[in-house]
T-cell receptor, first 114, second 110 residues
Framework: ETGVTQTPRHLVMGMTNKKSLKCEQH?????MYWYKQSAKKPLELMFV???????ENNSVPSRFSPECPNSSHLFLHLHTLQPEDSALYLC?????????????FGPGTRLTVL | GNSVTQMEGPVTLSEEAFLTINCTYT??????LFWYVQYPGEGLQLLLK?????DKGSNKGFEATYRKETTSFHLEKGSVQVSDSAVYFC?????????FGAGTQVVVTP
């Protein structure tokens, strides 16, 4: 059983909708990550949070807005998305940011933008 | 910066066949090396890792040896099963984050 959960598992939204993805980790980790996984592309790191502070933002469009209210929860707020934003969004956590130890991944949210 | 290159897929093979997925890396120093696996409909999970040169990581019948001479960390399994069908990612830390390879899809047929 994974220590990182994500909801919803599937999401279909129109370009004018606003929705949020939720991630929760039960591992006591201090760092959390959002990744985008598109077909036929490498995994893209979007955001990194360490102790609830954003430490990295890899030139992600502003229509994606992360929020980390505490070290166990991470959100990705979505608004005015484009069809090319359709992808699997993966959340991960690790003991510390930049850790050389493994990252633990959630099952992902499959997002479809119509 | 640190990076990995892994062979493209898909790799299709029959049950009980031998599997090799090539991974080479570029790194400053000798970072730990990892293989992650992603089964259909799931997130990535750690398959195995090696923390220093000449170390061999192993798990679920898979093995990979950290070779600094050839800067490689190839993944091998002697006899694959249908349940090994998945996407495999080579990875290493660098720049405060993980660098993942593009992933290699493996399809095992009965």
């Amino acid at each position: 059983e994974t220590g990182v959960t994500q909801t919803p598992r599937h999401l279909v939204m129109g370009m004018t909708n606003k929705k949020s993805l939720k991630c929760e980790q039960h591992l006591g980790h201090n760092a959390m990550y959002w990744y985008k996984q598109s077909a036929k592309k490498p995994l893209e790191l979007m955001f990194v949070y360490s102790l609830e502070e954003r430490v990295e933002n890899n030139s992600v469009p502003s229509r994606f807005s992360p929020e980390c209210p505490n070290s166990s929860h991470l959100f990705l707020h979505l608004h005015t998305l484009q069809p090319e934003d359709s992808a699997l969004y993966l959340c991960a956590s690790s003991q510390v940011s930049g850790s050389v130890d493994e990252q633990f991944f959630g099952p992902g949210t499959r997002l479809t933008v119509l | 910066g640190n990076s990995v290159t892994q062979m493209e897929g898909p790799v299709t093979l029959s049950e009980e066949a031998f599997l090799t997925i090539n991974c080479t890396y570029t790194a400053t120093g000798y970072p730990s090396l990892f293989w992650y696996v992603q089964y259909p409909g799931e997130g990535l999970q750690l398959l195995l890792k090696a923390t220093k040169a000449d170390d061999k990581g192993s798990n679920k019948g898979f093995e990979a040896t950290y070779r600094k001479e050839t800067t490689s960390f190839h993944l091998e399994k002697g006899s694959v099963q249908v349940s090994d069908s998945a996407v495999y990612f080579c990875a290493l830390p660098g720049g405060g984050k993980f660098q993942f390879g593009a992933g290699t899809q493996v399809v095992v047929t009965p």
